[in-house]
């Protein structure tokens, strides 16, 4: 019972201690006349006391007198207080005045212990923050223990070389005795290195349970307090906990937060807490069955001693899935989701989803699951995963945004001229989808869908993504007649791309090594020009293609692949039907691919 309302603990002895204030401490009362001792001994002199009473302070031999006098020669009464040191036997003596009555206290101590209450509520206080502090640091060392969580590895995808590299591990955790005897030792802690979402959490418990070990969670933070030691004490008792219920995986979620290096931190808490963890990691033995496993997305943030052998054995990357990690991905978790044509549909999906994490592969089936269900649809299709995946990665269609008349026409020429780009680019991934739909920050879109995952970039590559980045801008120029901050994010892209490549790839005329060395910004400057100029070459000679299937986009708003060459096949048969038989017109068609 204590337990439960132990938070509640520094609160209640504060308003204790400031209700006993209130009560206890004496309180100055206006009016009385203050005198000192020899103004006291002159009143008794002249006679003149009434009545008197006496209160001790809390220290010995100093009494609180009040009361009131009359002189002989007047009526009236006055009100007098004084403080005296002097003791009983001193006080009864100068009050000892015929016609005086006085009020001496029957117990002393007992005064004084009253009057003392508010300096021994304030001492209780303290002594129950101290307590408060004590218990702090193993109420949340052992909220979150999982004994032998329910993930497995079946129930993760798309980190099959991961999974791979910690089975060793589990065999070690289920049949220690078959490497001891060889003289194995298991790897005390093992580093998972990975971006956001990648599943470095479900990995560590999916160890656990392969393992059927106990599982203890925590975070980085969760050893950062303002109190100094608290961090240091849960590190301990984490520990000990472990080495009750091995075998154990103690998992350090966001580590990089706990175990900075130490050259660039000068908090002592944090240095001490760091500390704490290094020495309990030096002070188990790797048979004792227990395992530190530990995530981060900054490896470059860990102290060097947290990294040697001995501590974090083994590093484990688990990257961003590719093509086919997506896709047995989105099988995990549409297993329990009825998808129209799931082979079909999916592979469509994990194509057009480059660089999502499992994570966000995950919110697309439960964003598509939500939509089919607020349509009372009984089953996903393809078009409900696809708003779904487009919502995820660029935000809600923002329906409510009124576009002007000529902003649509800007968008959907500018959207238009990515579209012919991309079909003019052979290296390029093949065009999947072009909207002029708004949603989040993007006012249009361009999808493509690639048929396998590109890991090497070539010159080529690069170059022609930038032609098609600068191809709406382009198509704003050549059809609009103007320039809007539209093609904002599409230079921002290219900007990148070429000073990666002048700077970071070599692929300039010239190798740079200094960041900001003039030859290299203009070769930059270079590179956006050429790509912006081919750009507007492409568009002049497909100007006919462009301006339909922009006039299509106002219309139907979206445009896949196929409608984008039916449109442009309808307009190359209309211009072919227009032209005389005796002349013959070289033109470039936007669908050479």
């Known amino acids: 019972m204590l337990k439960k309302y132990k938070k509640y603990l520094p609160a209640l002895l504060v308003a204790i201690s400031l209700a006993a204030g209130v009560r206890l401490l004496p309180t100055p009362e206006l009016g009385p006349e203050e005198i000192s001792r020899t103004r006291l001994q002159l009143l008794q002199q002249e006679k003149a006391f009434i009545n008197a009473e006496v209160s001790p302070r809390g220290f010995e031999n100093i009494y609180m007198v009040k009361g009131s006098y ?49 300096s021994i509520t304030i001492a209780l206080l303290v002594i129950g923050l101290l307590l408060y502090q004590q218990n702090t640091g193993k109420g949340k060392a052992t909220h979150r223990i999982r004994l032998r969580p329910n993930v497995r590895f079946n129930d993760i995808a798309g980190v099959e070389e991961a999974k791979a590299e910690v089975q060793e591990v589990i065999d070690f955790l289920r049949n220690p005795g078959k490497y001891q005897q060889l003289g194995g030792n298991l790897p005390k802690g093992i580093l998972l290195i ?21 599982f203890f969670s925590a975070s980085g933070s969760d050893f950062n307090e303002i109190y100094v030691g608290v961090g240091a004490k849960r590190i301990r008792e984490l520990f000990n906990q472990a080495r009750k219920a091995a075998p154990a995986i103690i998992f350090i979620d966001e580590i990089d937060c706990l175990g900075k290096n130490r050259k660039n931190d000068h908090s002592g808490e944090l240095q001490q807490t760091n500390n704490a963890l290094l020495t309990a990691m030096d002070g188990f033995d790797s048979s004792e069955g227990i395992i530190v496993v530990a995530a981060t997305n900054r490896p470059e943030d860990l102290d060097e001693a947290l990294l040697r052998p001995g501590r974090f054995d083994r590093k484990v990357f688990v990257p961003l899935p590719d093509m086919v990690g997506r896709r047995a ?7 329990k989701a009825p998808i129209t044509t799931p082979e079909l549909t999916l592979d469509i999906i994990a194509r057009t989803t480059p660089g999502m994490s499992g994570a966000d592969l995950a919110n697309v089936i439960n964003e598509a699951a939500i939509l089919s269900a607020q349509r009372s649809m009984t089953e996903i299709s393809l078009k409900e995963l696809e708003e779904a995946r487009d919502k995820v990665r660029w935000g809600k269609e923002r329906k409510s945004m009124t576009l002007k008349e000529d902003e649509r026409r800007v968008i959907a020429y500018h959207e238009a001229g990515h579209a012919i780009i991309s079909l003019n680019k052979t290296k390029l991934p093949p065009l999947h989808k072009v909207s002029i739909i708004p949603r989040g920050n993007a006012l249009g879109s361009c999808t493509t869908l690639p048929n396998e995952d590109q890991n090497i970039h070539s010159r080529t590559f690069l170059l022609q993504q930038l032609t098609l980045l600068m191809g709406g801008r382009a198509a704003e120029n050549l059809f609009i007649g103007d320039m809007t901050n539209g093609a904002n994010g599409d230079f921002d892209s290219a900007k990148n791309i070429a000073r990666k490549m002048v700077h970071d790839w070599g692929m300039g005329q010239k190798l740079f090594y200094e960041p900001n060395k003039e030859d290299a910004e203009r070769e930059i400057n270079l590179l956006l020009s050429n790509a912006h100029k081919e750009a507007h070459e492409i568009l002049l000679q497909n100007k006919e293609s462009v301006v339909k299937i922009a006039e299509k ?41």
């Open 194 to 214: 990975g971006p956001p979402g990648t599943g470095k959490t479900m990995l560590a418990k999916a160890i656990a349970g392969e393992a059927n070990a106990s």
């Open 70 to 118: 009359q002189r002989p020669s007047r009526k009236n009464k006055v009100d007098f207080t004084i403080t005296t040191h002097l003791t009983e036997a001193e006080l009864q003596g100068i009050l000892a005045t015929p016609g005086t009555t006085l009020s001496m206290p029957k117990s002393s101590t007992r005064g004084r212990v009253l009057d003392m209450l508010p």
């Open 553 to 593: 986009l106002l219309i139907e708003e979206t445009l896949t692949r196929e409608q984008v060459l039916q449109y442009i096949e309808q307009e190359d048969a209309q211009n072919q039907a227009c032209t005389p038989p005796d002349v013959n017109l070289p033109r470039q068609s936007a669908r050479a691919v």
């Open 329 to 335: 991905i989105l099988k995990t978790h549409g297993r």
